[in-house]
């Protein structure tokens, strides 16, 4: 019996996934508890290892506060295929946060309580992009 990788369309969804619930800070377990189902099958949907089915798909986007199509924006593939979708530049904002930092990042600027603080954390990562190396 051979093993099969996962479908990259699996993968990517699964990342979008769990890229949403770090960002609202939810745990596998809660997550699985909202969908009826356990924390270890939330990891495989993450992961991309098993497939999750539409109507688990449309539960989840309601749970993770998001509309379905969001986790299959940036799917690779689909470059030329804009559709209604968001300008490029959007859509590299978003890929770039498709990582730990980029969530960090983004819960740092969510939980800022002013518009001072959010300006702030705005210029400090504008230079420390612009830094000289």
Do not use: C, W
């Not at 959010?118 to 990562?125: G, H, N, P, S």
Request: charged share 30%; glycine share 6%; hydrophobic share 40%.
């Amino acid at each position: 019996m051979t093993r099969r990788d996962p479908n990259y369309i699996d993968v990517h969804v699964g990342s979008r996934i769990r890229m949403r619930r770090q960002l609202i800070s939810m745990s596998q377990e809660k997550l699985g508890e909202l969908l009826g189902i356990t924390f270890q099958q939330v990891q495989k949907y993450e992961k991309g290892s098993n497939r999750i089915s539409a109507s688990r798909l449309f539960y989840a986007a309601k749970i993770l506060g998001v509309p379905v199509q969001a986790f299959f924006e940036d799917l690779p593939g689909t470059e030329g295929d804009a559709g209604f979708s968001e300008t490029n530049e959007e859509n590299s904002v978003m890929s770039s946060m498709m990582n730990a930092e980029g969530i960090k990042l983004a819960k740092a600027f969510r939980d800022a309580d002013n518009s001072t603080k959010r300006k702030l954390i705005a210029t400090l990562a504008r230079a420390i992009v612009d830094m000289k190396d």
